[in-house]
């Protein structure tokens, strides 16, 4: 894989900190700022709904950019937004941050996405789009647990100067990493932006989108409020979040890498294999979240299936919208956050409802079910295959 493949992976390392963080500074939060842990929870909602709208926006409007100047001018609003919300001692304002934070995110991620798959040969993205999610699982495992940490030794504010910071050495890694050319993003000999918003017509398309964003929706319902599944659930104390998050986070960096492996070519396998093991692992969770044994070994096992039965769908994603090579990872990056934003959005109904603190992991449970079962109806589609859609690509 090429070195700035990997330097992109920095920069994603520092915004999906910020994305993933409030896994462990719900409570802390909620409390300082005279909110329900529900509403606080919300705040994870907010930046993933800013994902969505945000990914075929800047997408949109960088295609013509120089990747270097759209990439750094992203990261910069990005930073700016957490000082802000380090700042502040309104929830409103917070929750506004997130979404301009999210803005930034998303056109990063979208051109970047883009960005990695070029950089290697037409039969990689797989690899290529594993190695980009490492930064991600590397946030898991690393930044989050570290926030978590950090939140509670000096206050959920804290964090938010961190990642702030955090962004400087992956502003210098887009310098070093990516050509200061406009790269194919720029192309005016491209495809028009209409021919490629119209790939979101294609039926193949949508189902992996549908299914992409079921799994990473179940993914996050439960790690939007694993924090307070730990300290209510299990019983354990605060600074076990940390612990556990961690483990999530070598989870994901584990089933990220391996099925990267497999993607590009038996992307049906990962599916067909890991669907009912995550399905199983949530059931399993569901059932036995209050033993801290079960709860710490089946974070990694989650955390694992998750991210490798996602990555595999997302990839797909890639493989379906090749015919619009500036707003693809745009798409991607919508179905990973229509999920990041409906999760746990579904997961505080289950709290609101009465469901009890595991409420969560039932809504995972739920979702990964809903995604099994079209995932059987529309199997050739998974695997790469022409399938039932096949008569709808002339749509």
Same mark, same amino acid.
């Given at each position: 894989?090429?070195?700035?493949?990997?330097?992109?992976?920095?920069?994603?390392?520092?915004?999906?900190?910020?994305?993933?963080?409030?896994? /462990?500074?719900v409570?802390?939060?909620?409390?300082?700022? #005279?909110?329900?842990?529900?509403?606080?929870?919300?705040?994870? =909602?907010?930046f993933?709904?800013?994902? !969505?709208?945000?990914?075929?926006?800047m997408?949109?409007?960088?295609r013509? @950019?120089?990747r270097?100047?759209?990439?750094?001018?992203?990261?910069?609003?990005?930073?700016?937004?957490?000082?802000?919300?380090?700042l502040?001692d309104? &929830?409103?304002v917070?929750?506004?941050?997130r979404?301009?934070?999210?803005?930034?995110?998303?056109?990063?991620?979208?051109?970047?996405?883009?960005?990695?798959?070029?950089l290697?040969?037409?039969?990689?993205?797989?690899?290529?789009?594993?190695?980009?999610?490492?930064g991600?699982?590397?946030?898991?495992?690393?930044?989050v647990?570290? #926030?978590?940490?950090l /939140?509670?030794?000096?206050? @959920?504010?804290?964090?938010?100067?961190?990642?702030?910071?955090?962004?400087?050495?992956?502003?210098?890694a887009?310098?070093?990493? *990516?050509?200061? /050319?406009?790269?194919?993003?720029?192309?005016?000999?491209?495809?028009?932006?209409r021919?490629?918003?119209?790939?979101?017509?294609?039926?193949?398309?949508?189902?992996?989108?549908?299914?992409?964003?079921?799994?990473?929706?179940?993914?996050?319902?439960? &790690?939007?409020?694993?924090?307070p599944v730990?300290?209510?659930?299990? /019983?354990?104390?605060?600074?076990? *979040? =940390?612990?556990?998050?961690?483990l &999530?986070?070598? #989870?994901?960096?584990?089933?990220?890498?391996?099925?990267?492996?497999?993607?590009?070519?038996?992307?049906?396998v990962?599916?067909?294999?890991?669907?009912?093991?995550?399905?199983?692992? @949530? *059931?399993?969770?569901g059932?036995t979240?209050?033993?801290p044994?079960?709860?710490?070994?089946?974070?990694f096992?989650q955390?694992?299936?998750?991210?490798a039965?996602?990555s595999?769908?997302?990839?797909?994603?890639?493989?379906?919208?090749?015919?619009?090579?500036t707003?693809?990872? =745009?798409?991607?990056?919508?179905?990973l956050?229509?999920?990041?934003?409906?999760?746990p959005? !579904?997961?505080?109904?289950?709290?609101?409802?009465?469901?009890?603190r595991?409420?969560?992991v039932?809504?995972?449970?739920?979702?990964?079910?809903?995604?099994?079962?079209?995932?059987?109806?529309?199997?050739?589609v998974?695997?790469?295959?022409?399938?039932?859609?096949?008569?709808?690509?002339?749509?």
């Amino acid at each position: 894989m090429p070195l700035p493949l990997y330097l992109l992976a920095v920069a994603v390392f520092a915004m999906g900190t910020s994305e993933f963080m409030l896994a /462990g500074l719900v409570p802390d939060i909620a409390t300082d700022l #005279g909110v329900s842990v529900a509403t606080a929870g919300l705040l994870t =909602s907010a930046f993933a709904v800013g994902m !969505i709208v945000g990914a075929p926006l800047m997408a949109a409007l960088a295609r013509t @950019w120089p990747r270097r100047i759209s990439l750094l001018g992203f990261l910069g609003v990005f930073l700016a937004a957490h000082v802000v919300g380090a700042l502040t001692d309104s &929830f409103p304002v917070l929750f506004v941050t997130r979404v301009v934070a999210a803005f930034a995110n998303a056109g990063f991620l979208a051109v970047g996405l883009t960005a990695a798959a070029d950089l290697v040969p037409a039969d990689r993205k797989g690899r290529a789009l594993s190695v980009l999610l490492a930064g991600t699982t590397v946030a898991t495992v690393v930044g989050v647990p570290g #926030g978590a940490l950090l /939140g509670a030794l000096h206050g @959920w504010r804290a964090t938010f100067w961190a990642v702030a910071l955090l962004g400087l050495p992956a502003a210098l890694a887009v310098v070093r990493g *990516i050509p200061a /050319g406009p790269g194919r993003t720029g192309d005016p000999g491209g495809p028009f932006l209409r021919h490629e918003l119209t790939r979101l017509r294609r039926p193949r398309l949508v189902v992996v989108l549908l299914l992409g964003a079921l799994v990473n929706a179940a993914t996050f319902a439960t &790690f939007a409020f694993l924090a307070p599944v730990v300290t209510d659930v299990a /019983g354990l104390g605060p600074l076990w *979040i =940390s612990t556990v998050l961690a483990l &999530f986070g070598l #989870g994901c960096f584990a089933g990220v890498t391996v099925a990267g492996r497999f993607a590009d070519r038996h992307p049906g396998v990962v599916v067909a294999v890991g669907g009912p093991l995550l399905l199983g692992g @949530w *059931i399993t969770l569901g059932l036995t979240a209050d033993v801290p044994v079960a709860l710490l070994g089946l974070a990694f096992t989650q955390g694992a299936l998750s991210f490798a039965v996602g990555s595999t769908l997302i990839t797909r994603v890639l493989y379906e919208a090749t015919g619009a090579p500036t707003m693809a990872g =745009s798409y991607a990056t919508a179905a990973l956050n229509v999920g990041a934003a409906a999760g746990p959005a !579904i997961a505080a109904a289950t709290l609101t409802a009465g469901a009890g603190r595991s409420g969560p992991v039932w809504a995972s449970v739920a979702l990964v079910a809903l995604a099994l079962v079209l995932a059987l109806r529309f199997r050739r589609v998974v695997g790469g295959g022409t399938g039932e859609l096949h008569r709808d690509e002339a749509l």
